[in-house]
């Protein structure tokens, strides 16, 4: 499975942003797909995950109102809808496949694929 994440960019801060991930080689409804991100000089962060059986979703607290993750299993891709976004949120942002299909993990270290990752830049 390789996975293609897309459309990151520059946006103002308020804006809003909508990730893809596109996933070649396997179907995705038996994984758990993550989003990550990274800002220069820091961890990689969790961002939301969404489990493959029922699209049931997870974000980390600081995304919650604002970033809505989601799935179409039949495109085999998982979006990332980013509202509201600030500076903060500048980073590189990575999908992710875990091989799993109910535990919504929030380490990057349970997931076993990633993307290449997208930029997103929020400018103030």
């Known amino acids: 499975v390789q996975l293609q994440a897309s459309g990151g960019g520059l946006v103002q801060a308020g804006g809003s942003l909508r990730l893809s991930c596109v996933a070649s080689?396997?179907?995705?409804?038996?994984?758990?797909m993550g989003w990550f991100r990274q800002a220069p000089g820091k961890e990689r962060e969790f961002v939301a995950a969404?489990?493959?059986?029922?699209?049931?979703?997870r974000y980390a607290d600081r995304m919650k109102g604002r970033f809505t993750i989601s799935r179409d299993n039949a495109k085999n891709t998982v979006y990332l809808q980013m509202n509201s976004l600030k500076p903060e949120d500048t980073a590189v942002y990575y999908c992710?496949?875990?091989?799993?299909?109910?535990?919504?993990?929030?380490?990057?270290?349970?997931?076993?694929?990633w993307g290449q990752g997208t930029q997103v830049t929020v400018s103030s």
């Open positions: 992710a496949a875990r091989s799993e299909k109910f535990i919504l993990a929030t380490s990057a270290g349970n997931y076993d694929l």
């Open positions: 080689g396997r179907t995705l409804s038996s994984y758990v």
């Open positions: 969404i489990r493959g059986s029922d699209g049931s979703p």
